[in-house]
T-cell receptor
């Protein structure tokens, strides 16, 4: 079983709709969680951290469920520019070598 | 703002050839990393460095070597390229301490024939 698993998608989303997807992780010792965004043929960039209480950043909401070992990302009022691959990242510690990336969930927002 | 710069962006090699990928960062970060990204596999850590003169193995180090002679540079070498090393390579840097933010280069697309 992969340490971090994501539905690869694609999630085809009408513009203006809401889309949500999860990421499951297997290591219960995981400490920190993040969502990165990667545009086609571009480098990944940090979208947001995921806090235990859940957090929002504009149209994006991230949730953490430690009991079931998953994190989620919800995008409201989807824009065409939200089309990208969203990478779930799980950290087992402070150092960068402790980061594990999921395979990504592809989201396609269509007019 | 340069950030993290990788060279070359594209390269085609024949099996058995050698090459070096160069990563340079101008953010004075201590930590630097080399990842490879393959379809459906996510980013996998090849080697990393926690400071000038130090390197360590990541998840998939075989067939690669690295050096960090200067703080701002992190080199990834392939001594004898194999088709299995066809991939997109990303360099990243950061000062983590649980912030989780890595800054990535634009990637280097390597094809080994």
């Amino acid at each position: 079983r992969k340490e971090v698993e994501q539905d690869p998608g694609p999630f085809n989303v009408p513009e203006g709709a809401t889309v949500a997807f999860n990421c499951t992780y297997s290591n219960s010792a995981s400490q920190s969680f993040f969502w990165y965004r990667q545009d086609c043929r571009k480098e990944p960039k940090l979208l947001m951290s995921v806090y235990s209480s859940g957090n929002e950043d504009g149209r994006f909401t991230a949730q953490l469920n430690r009991a079931s070992q998953y994190i989620s990302l919800l995008i409201r009022d989807s824009k065409l520019s939200d089309s990208a691959t969203y990478l779930c990242v799980v950290s087992r510690g402070a150092a960068g070598n402790k980061l594990t990336f999921g395979g990504g969930t592809r989201v396609l927002v269509k007019p | 703002n340069a950030g993290v710069t990788q060279t070359p962006k594209f390269r085609v090699l024949k099996t058995g050839q050698s090459m070096t990928l160069l990563c340079a960062q101008d953010m004075n970060h201590e930590y630097m990393y080399w990842y490879r990204q393959d379809p459906g596999m996510g980013l996998r850590l090849i080697h990393y460095s926690v400071g000038e003169g130090t390197t360590a193995k990541g998840e998939v180090p075989d067939g690669y070597n690295v050096s960090r002679l200067k703080k701002q540079n992190f080199l990834l070498g392939l001594e004898s390229a194999a088709p299995s090393q066809t991939s997109v390579y990303f360099c990243a840097s950061g000062e983590l301490l649980n912030t989780g933010e890595l800054f990535f280069g634009e990637g280097s697309r390597l094809t080994v024939l």
